[in-house]
């Protein structure tokens, strides 16, 4: 498993508030009844698509919980990975940069870093996840 899979993982791992609505053990008995049983020759109407997880809500969350405020994960990796309890180390960078396509020089330098924190952002978001444009760019 790659450095940003465990990201992944590690974030949408991790569930968010439920979003506000009418949970679906609420609907009527004979709703869900003809919901969990069509009617001959009708097809089965498609599962919902899972709703996005909410990134920002869910580190918000897992800092909160850790009760660290000095960890700045909007603008670092390195404190990114920590909130997650992966391996910050010059060399995971160096393997995530490569996973993600850095074509820049992989010396754990500041452009370095803040490319891959917007990077994996990025990819975060084309991997079912709801990003603020702030965290992309």
Do not use: C
């Not at 997880?53 to 990796?77: F, M, Y």
């Not at 490319?115 to 709801?130: F, H, I, S, Y």
């Amino acid at each position: 498993m790659g450095i940003f899979s465990a990201i992944k993982d590690a974030i949408f791992g991790h569930k968010a508030a439920p979003q506000v609505g009418a949970p679906a053990a609420a609907q009527a008995p004979a709703q869900a009844q003809a919901q969990a049983m069509p009617q001959m020759g009708q097809p089965a109407p498609a599962p919902a698509a899972p709703a996005p997880v909410d990134v920002e809500a869910v580190l918000t969350k897992i800092a909160q919980d850790k009760g660290n405020p000095a960890l700045n994960w909007r603008t670092s990796i390195v404190d990114l990975m920590k909130l997650l309890d992966l391996d910050s180390s010059l060399h995971n960078r160096e393997e995530l940069a490569t996973e993600l396509g850095y074509t820049g020089a992989k010396d754990g330098s500041a452009e370095m870093n803040i490319w891959l924190r917007k990077a994996v952002m990025r990819e975060l978001e084309k991997n079912g996840g709801k990003v603020p444009a702030d965290l992309k760019d």
